[in-house]
């Protein structure tokens, strides 16, 4: 039991390491920013390219700082009340800034 434990946590610290650890990971042959990760995370929900889905609105043709002020007032529970407040609350300002970077390189 006690090295099931053991296991389980180290298991959690290397994830947790790996999140945290840097602003690149290794994917294939390349790497993919830390604001290309987040980024990742919201377009589950507003759909590939960030071109919206369904009651979704597009994140694509947005202004970086427009994004990043937006994504802050969700977490501090200003914004319209959503999800959003949920899912931006786990960011730092640098994360938000690198993904709002990231989102608005995208096509519109």
Not at 19 to 39: K, N, R
Request: glycine share 14%; aromatic share 4%; proline share 4%.
């Amino acid at each position: 039991m006690q090295q099931l434990a053991r296991r389980a946590l180290l298991g959690g610290a290397v994830t947790l390491g790996l999140v945290l650890g840097g602003s690149t990971a290794a994917a294939g042959d390349g790497a993919i920013s830390e604001g290309e990760m987040i980024a990742n995370s919201c377009l589950a929900c507003h759909g590939p390219g960030g071109q919206g889905a369904e009651s979704m609105p597009p994140l694509a043709g947005w202004d970086e700082e427009a994004l990043v002020e937006v994504m802050k007032e969700f977490r501090e529970g200003r914004g319209d009340p959503t999800v959003m407040d949920r899912h931006a609350t786990g960011y730092t300002d640098e994360q938000l800034r690198a993904a709002a970077a990231y989102i608005a390189e995208m096509d519109q």
